[in-house]
């Protein structure tokens, strides 16, 4: 998944006491799943050229993505705990590779099933690399210094976000658009001959991006890590019955069910904002529709730094709680004032956006026990099915009422979050 802590300088004397090489080949990876996540937004513009898709179909692209989390987070989990950090990492930039380059016979047959198997297998290497990365990079080096690693690597993760939408935008756009008028005059030949064209546009960036993680998976078999002491204590004692009393703790499953929505917004409005800047402002080109996504991820880091600085000051729920409102109130504005003003507050909202994901984490496992961190980890981890049942919805909505309309279905999953922060805040006062 996208973004999860706050970003934070790095304690420079603790880390040169860390293996430098084995922290930057996993430190690597939270860019490389930042390139897969945020190229699924401009995918779904790219298809629904390609394919003719509805706004629901198009929507898939990021139903089968988080399909993939849902069903592998606790797989993956088991499969670290069984064979080790390094073999779950491995794993999954093989899984990651192996999903990408199927999008070349995807595209030479013109098949969108296929696609959505591709996109399924790479969100299952993800699964592996988000389930095993974060907690490998807290172990690469010293304990006082887990904290800061952990903040250092997760500060590439928006740059690959970026890298992503860049990287469709220049090489996957391929700035010829039809409108379906054009598209009903011409005749079967060119049509189709459009259409395989729109599809093959990915084929070399994909056969690029699953060629480089292979050989980022090479790179890591060849380096030697280091043991650590959590691999030297292999004991599951202490997790028996954790999984039978965290889906029975309605304080934990709120947690669940707030990033639920939490991602299920945050994939839902970046996967429909080129839609919605072209449906709203007519004219736009896909390529400049693309900057609206750009622009919203720079927000996104602007905001993991003022997120950060304001929870030194007031308690994590209030600071959720504020922004969850703001985003309200951002997106009804998008559903009320289609056109340049709503554009805008959409990209505004990814401010507000950057600090849940952690957040929603961090009051999710406050206060447990080791096993139940663990296991509640894996739970938070499935909870972004969000992102494929809410993008779903809201295409489904798009398709009835409009896209402008649809984005009522976020400003509720931020009415949601708003609800859990005020619960866990309990009116918190501002701290020292």
Not at 101 to 113: G, K, R
Not at 208 to 231: D, H, K, S, Y
Not at 300 to 329: D, I, Q, S
Not at 354 to 367: R, W
Request: hydrophobic share 55%.
């Amino acid at each position: 998944m996208q973004q999860h802590t706050p970003i934070a300088a790095p304690a420079t004397r603790a880390l040169a006491r860390t293996p430098l090489i084995p922290l930057v080949l996993i430190v690597s990876l939270f860019f490389l799943w930042g390139v897969a996540n945020n190229l699924n937004d401009v995918l779904v513009a790219q298809f629904k050229k390609a394919f003719t898709l509805s706004d629901l179909q198009a929507g898939l692209v990021q139903s089968a993505f988080y399909l993939g989390y849902f069903l592998l987070a606790i797989p993956a989990g088991i499969f670290m705990r069984r064979f080790g950090y390094k073999a779950a990492v491995v794993f999954g930039l093989l899984l990651y590779g192996a999903g990408a380059l199927l999008f070349w016979p995807a595209a030479a047959t013109a098949t969108y099933a296929t696609f959505l198997l591709g996109l399924f297998v790479i969100a299952a290497g993800l699964a592996f690399l988000e389930t095993s990365a974060n907690p490998w990079v807290t172990l690469l080096g010293p304990r006082e210094s887990a904290a800061s690693r952990l903040n250092l690597a997760q500060a590439f993760n928006p740059l690959g976000s970026i890298t992503g939408v860049l990287i469709g935008q220049h090489f996957i756009f391929t700035g010829v658009e039809r409108t379906p008028a054009e598209l009903a005059g011409m005749d079967a030949m060119a049509r189709t001959a459009y259409m395989k064209s729109e599809a093959a546009a990915v084929q070399m960036p994909y056969l690029a991006i699953g060629l480089g993680v292979i050989a980022w998976a090479v790179i890591i078999v060849a380096t030697r890590f280091p043991r650590t002491a959590a691999e030297d204590d292999g004991s599951d004692a202490a997790e028996r019955g954790v999984l039978g009393r965290l889906p029975r703790d309605g304080r934990f499953m709120s947690a669940v069910l707030a990033q639920f929505f939490y991602v299920g917004a945050q994939v839902a409005i970046f996967s429909y904002m080129i839609r919605y800047a072209q449906a709203t402002m007519p004219g736009t080109a896909d390529k400049t529709a693309a900057n609206f996504i750009t622009a919203g991820l720079l927000c996104f880091m602007a905001g993991r730094f003022a997120g950060a600085a304001l929870m030194k000051y007031l308690r994590p729920a209030r600071v959720l709680g504020t922004f969850a409102l703001v985003n309200v109130a951002l997106a009804a504005t998008a559903a009320i004032v289609p056109g340049s003003v709503g554009i805008y507050a959409l990209v505004a909202s990814s401010f507000f956006m950057s600090i849940m994901y952690p957040t929603i984490f961090a009051l999710g496992v406050e206060g447990r026990s080791d096993a139940e961190r663990k296991l509640g980890a894996s739970l938070l981890v499935m909870s972004i099915v969000g992102g494929a049942v809410i993008t779903a919805a809201m295409g489904a909505t798009s398709d009835r009422f409009g896209i402008a309309h649809a984005m009522l279905l976020p400003m509720s999953c931020f009415v949601a979050i708003s609800l859990f922060a005020w619960r866990r805040s309990g009116g918190g006062e501002a701290v020292a």
